[in-house]
């Protein structure tokens, strides 16, 4: 390998830039070109190329989102379209691919990779639902970002004696809602490997209540239910004020926390040692506090990120 590519695809997270930095840098120090693609899978197909060189990742490792920015591009499950890709990598001399996405952009280099294209993807997003890995690049950001959110549901919810439901981002993994809620001190946690039980909600509610206390934070992750709703139905049934704050977009944005930029800095610089072996087709990971890789075929289709029950039993008798 001699020249490599790097791109940011899906949902953006915080520390995607410490990780294009890592990639780059220490691509950089073992004498290979590098080469940033914008706007991720579309730029890569609209064949938007440039080469980085050290000062092109200059005041990025503190910066939220991605300066080669990201962007949602199905069409790029079309074999027409990755053909196209694939040739404008050509054209540039890029030997192999660095992409750094969450599940979805690992499908799109799984796919390049199976058309004879090496790829390695680093795991970049806040709902840290990638298998093989204990902790994706801005999960820990994020987690912040919703505790600080919480803390202030908290001060003025039980100002007013309040109910008060936060929606977190997370998709169908319910990590980001559980952690946060633990950090936060939420009382009641849903996410979507729990299930939502509205009749078992209300009765702990009540329970709540009746117990004297001065408020009620309920998590919930995104998708599940209507949260504003499910606010109508509990303020109806227990006679309090319940409102829903969807924290939305917030908690994808600002500063990556040490824990990323050290997360980021490592896979990235991991992802340059994996293609200087030879490593083609590997998504990298953190367990037990070492880098790790795994196939990424195998890891899209038969690894799954088991649910920590252990944690949740923990929530359960902190509410
Ligand atoms: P996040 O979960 O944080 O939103 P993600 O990487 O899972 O990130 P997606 O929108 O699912 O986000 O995927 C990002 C991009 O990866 C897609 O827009 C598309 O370009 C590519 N991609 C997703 N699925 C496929 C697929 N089956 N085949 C080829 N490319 C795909």
Redesign the pocket.
């Known amino acids: 390998v001699r020249k490599i590519g790097v791109l940011t695809?899906?949902?953006d997270?915080p520390g995607m830039n410490a990780a294009i930095r890592g990639v780059v840098r220490s691509a950089l120090s073992e004498g290979l070109e590098v080469c940033g693609i914008y706007d991720?899978?579309?730029g890569l197909h609209q064949n938007r190329i440039e080469r980085l060189n050290r000062t092109s990742v200059s005041d990025v490792i503190n910066r939220g989102g991605t300066f080669l920015g990201s962007?949602?591009?199905?069409?790029?499950?079309d074999e027409k379209v990755?053909e196209q890709a694939i040739q404008n990598l050509k054209m540039h001399g890029i030997d192999a691919l660095v992409v750094i996405?969450?599940?979805?952009?690992?499908?799109?280099a799984k796919?390049l990779t199976e058309m004879g294209y090496p790829c390695i993807g680093l795991p970049?997003?806040?709902?840290n639902?990638v298998a093989g890995t204990d902790y994706t690049i801005g999960y820990m950001t994020a987690m912040n970002t919703v505790i600080d959110a919480i803390d202030r549901l908290r001060d003025t919810s039980s100002s007013h004696q309040r109910i008060s439901i936060v929606e977190v981002m997370g998709?169908h993994c319910g990590d980001l809602t559980l952690m946060a809620s633990i950090a936060g001190g939420c009382e009641y946690i849903i996410t979507p490997e729990i299930g939502l039980d509205k009749d078992k909600l209300l009765a702990k509610v009540k329970e709540g209540i009746y117990k004297g206390k001065k408020h009620a934070i309920i998590a919930i992750t995104e998708l599940m239910t209507d949260a504003n709703e499910l606010a109508k139905f509990i303020e109806t049934e227990t006679g309090r004020e319940t409102r829903a704050t969807i924290l939305g977009h917030i908690q994808r944005g600002g500063q990556p926390g040490a824990f990323d930029r050290i997360l980021a800095s490592r896979m990235g610089a991991y992802a340059v040692d994996l293609l200087q072996q030879g490593e083609g087709g590997r998504c990298v990971g953190i367990q037990n506090d070492k880098m790790v890789h795994h196939d990424i075929v195998d890891a899209i289709e038969n690894m799954k990120r088991p649910f920590r029950d252990d944690l949740y039993e923990v929530a359960e008798k902190l509410f």
């Open positions: 695809s899906g949902g997270a991720g899978f579309l962007a949602r591009f199905p069409e790029f499950a990755r996405g969450g599940d979805g952009s690992f499908m799109g796919k970049g997003t806040i709902d639902d998709r």
